[in-house]
């Protein structure tokens, strides 16, 4: 069984406090003598052989070994139109599950849930919460970014000349046929689907991922592992 993952600023340091030392400490009950990793979200990863516990959000360990885990290649950012309340990070935690490296939040015109702006911040820290933990659960080194939310207009202008593919229903290149850039854009419509207007103001490429139609809140988790079988990257 793989060992349990922590976030830690300084994973060689051997020590984990804060919110992910009372996690370690009282949720999972790690104890001296065992053995857990701490990665700091970007790539490094260190082995700690628990010495100590103290208080309710503290430990610490002899280090066992330190590794700098390289990004996947090719390198993908979901951009995720918002789902419903209760389907929304579900959506990030599947699609940091699948692989992504970077997650999105896009107001599409079918878009039916809306962020207010003074609730906008709120709404991106819990996407980045359940990043961080679907990470953890993931046994990934690298955490994803979530960033701010954008319209069908500040999409377009973030793919302006990269690799981007949406999925899409009536798509006719499927996406086994796809060759990969080293790093690409995968864009999720809403459960209403991407109208034709905005498809073709993206200036992304449609792809089919297979014959059923997913909903917005598992389709980038069912793309993002055909692309890891198909590109090689896993």
Not at 86 to 107: C, F, N, T
Not at 135 to 164: C, D, F, H, Y
Not at 192 to 220: F, M, N
């Amino acid at each position: 069984m793989s060992l349990p993952y922590f976030i830690a600023a300084d994973p060689a340091a051997g020590v984990l406090g804060g919110a992910e030392g009372r996690h370690a400490v009282t949720v999972k009950r790690i104890a001296p003598g065992e053995r857990i990793m701490l990665v700091d979200g970007h790539g490094t990863a260190a082995e700690i052989l628990v010495r100590e516990v103290r208080g309710k959000d503290h430990l610490s360990g002899d280090v066992v070994r330190v590794a700098e885990v390289a990004q996947p290649r090719p390198r993908v950012t979901v951009v995720q139109a918002i789902p419903k309340a209760d389907r929304a990070e579900l959506a990030v935690d599947l699609a940091v599950q699948g692989g992504a490296d970077a997650i999105v939040p896009w107001i599409s015109q079918r878009t039916i849930a809306r962020w207010p702006a003074d609730k906008q911040g709120k709404q991106v820290a819990k996407w980045q919460s359940a990043a961080r933990e679907a990470a953890k659960q993931s046994r990934r080194a690298w955490v994803p970014e979530v960033s701010a939310p954008v319209t069908t207009n500040q999409v377009r202008e973030l793919i302006a000349g990269r690799q981007a593919l949406v999925l899409h229903e009536d798509a006719a290149t499927p996406l086994r046929d796809v060759e990969f850039a080293d790093e690409l854009f995968l864009l999720v419509g809403p459960e209403g689907g991407i109208g034709a207007d905005e498809l073709d103001s993206l200036g992304a490429q449609a792809v089919k991922l297979g014959p059923e139609v997913l909903r917005t809140a598992s389709a980038a988790f069912a793309a993002l592992c055909a692309i890891g079988a198909l590109s090689g990257r896993w």
